[in-house]
């Protein structure tokens, strides 16, 4: 059997292996590099277009971000902490457009306002109150918000359209929001790799067993799709970024960091409109309230994307319980990750989490009629004929061990690492792919620690992020400055008019 050696192995071709991929491959370009991908094509799982929001998440609009406290409180401590990643992830992108390594921004990304809308008394209060909580931070300062309804019909006029004018109302909306087509991102930033002889694209294997030996490197075998060839990859590190196939990959390398470790999988559908006309006179991202007992991507959102360059209008996800830890996987995914190592926290999440696997059955069982009903409490006019149910994407949360339940379940991501920063892996969803480039620099200086040490590292990484080493969170002038030059550099400024304020 053949063995080929590398300095490092990505497994899973989607945006967060593509970033660790680049920022690597910027640093010292003498790496040689191999990405190993089980299906046929470049970010077809959890980067596809149609398998993730497609919200460039700053906690703008996501309200789940923002819960609300049992004193009435509003926390927001995540909700900045998502706002500066993000702008982390837009000074990457403008640092490789200037450089030639990503097309014209708007082939991956596009301004479009960001608004939260609530109805009800209590929601309205909810909203105030969030507004009030982040406004006065100068990473929001340029939230606006209204509870006029004709205000918001001038901000989101399909949402508006019909509604009661005695019912009570409340949205915020910042313009500086953004649409990224993160598969389209992904597949750009692998192309720009494959052009440097260091750079190797396996699409079509599949992993099969993998082993560190004493000197710390790793054998990992792999399997070509419908053939019974193998071969091994011999590597320095090895990075596990195969969204929800992360985890039995993890728990196949052994690490101890790996033991406890469980999966909670969630699926999803959107409902796409199909009628021209409708999807015309909606250019905003409107995101609700999550209904009661949902997981975090449920959150109801009506919002325009621009996937592969053309425009379209979604609403949902609905959730659905499954067994699939991908979308392309097997359903007797979960079965398989149970080991005796997780299983006391898997069995304590399901016996707590009762609410939501009622919920995620009874979202599955819904009729087209009770889905656009969904819809039709964000825009009264929705017609049945108009909207067609699509699959979403697969997300795995997830589940960890505790002292006190014996087991919790977690709704953001995870990085675990192996002692001695050999391997990494990358578990959990939201808010994903938007902070792919903060998430990615962790992992380096986990891993790679010595050499981000150094100056000459350090030079580099400032240079393609500039707030490297500083917080956007506290520190006004800096944000200032890294936003002015974003917003230009990726044409968002220039651009905002087109998908923002008025009905085309």
Known sequence: MSIKKVDVLLVGAGVMSATLGKLLALLDPSLKITMVERLSRVASESSHGLNNAGTGHAGYCELNYTPQQADGSVE?????????????????????????????????????????????????????????????????????????????????????????????????????????????????????????????????????????????RWHVRLKENHSEHSKTIEAGFVFLGAGGGALPLLQKSGIPESLGYGGFPV?????????????????????????????????????????????????????????????????????????????????????????????????????????????????????????????????????????????????GTEIVTSQDGTLASLLGASPGASTSVQAMIEVIERCFSDRVATEHWQEKIKKMIPSYGESLDENEELLHLVRERTLATLGLEHRAGKLGSKPR
């Open 267 to 411: 699926s999803g559908q959107w409902l796409i409109c199909k009628n021209p006309e409708v999807v015309r006179r909606h250019t905003s991202k409107v995101y609700g309230k999550a209904p009661l007992g949902a997981p975090p991507m449920s959150v109801p959102h009506l919002d325009t994307r621009i996937i592969d360059g053309e425009p379209a209008l979604l609403f949902g996800p609905f959730a659905s319980i499954t067994t699939k830890f991908l979308k392309e996987g097997s359903v007797l995914d979960l079965f398989s990750s149970l080991k005796s190592n997780n299983l006391k926290p898997m069995l304590a999440v399901a016996r707590d989490n009762l609410d939501l696997t009622r919920y995620l059955i009874t979202e599955a069982f819904k009729s087209h009629s009770e889905r656009v009903a969904s819809l039709q409490e964000f825009y009264a006019d929705a017609k049945e004929e108009d909207w067609e149910l699509a699959s979403a994407g697969q997300r795995v949360q997830i589940i960890k061990g505790c002292d006190t339940k014996g087991g919790r379940l977690e709704f």
């Open 76 to 216: 927001i401590k995540r909700a900045l902490a998502i706002n500066a990643a993000y702008e982390v992830s837009l000074q990457f992108w403008s640092y490789l457009v200037e450089q030639g390594s990503l097309p014209s921004p708007e082939k991956f990304i596009n301004p479009i306002f960001h608004q939260s809308f609530v109805w009800g008394e209590e929601n309205v209060a909810f909203l105030r109150k969030r507004y009030q909580a982040l406004h006065p931070h100068h990473l929001f300062e340029e939230m606006e918000y209204s509870e006029d309804h004709a205000v918001l019909r001038e901000w989101m006029p399909l949402v508006m359209a019909h509604r009661d004018p005695k019912q009570p109302v409340a949205a915020t909306q910042v313009k500086h929001g953004t649409d990224v087509d993160f598969g389209m991102l992904t597949r750009k930033l692998v192309k720009a790799m494959t052009k440097h002889s260091t750079f190797d694209l396996k699409l079509g294997h599949t992993i099969t067993g993998m082993k560190q030996f004493p000197d710390g």
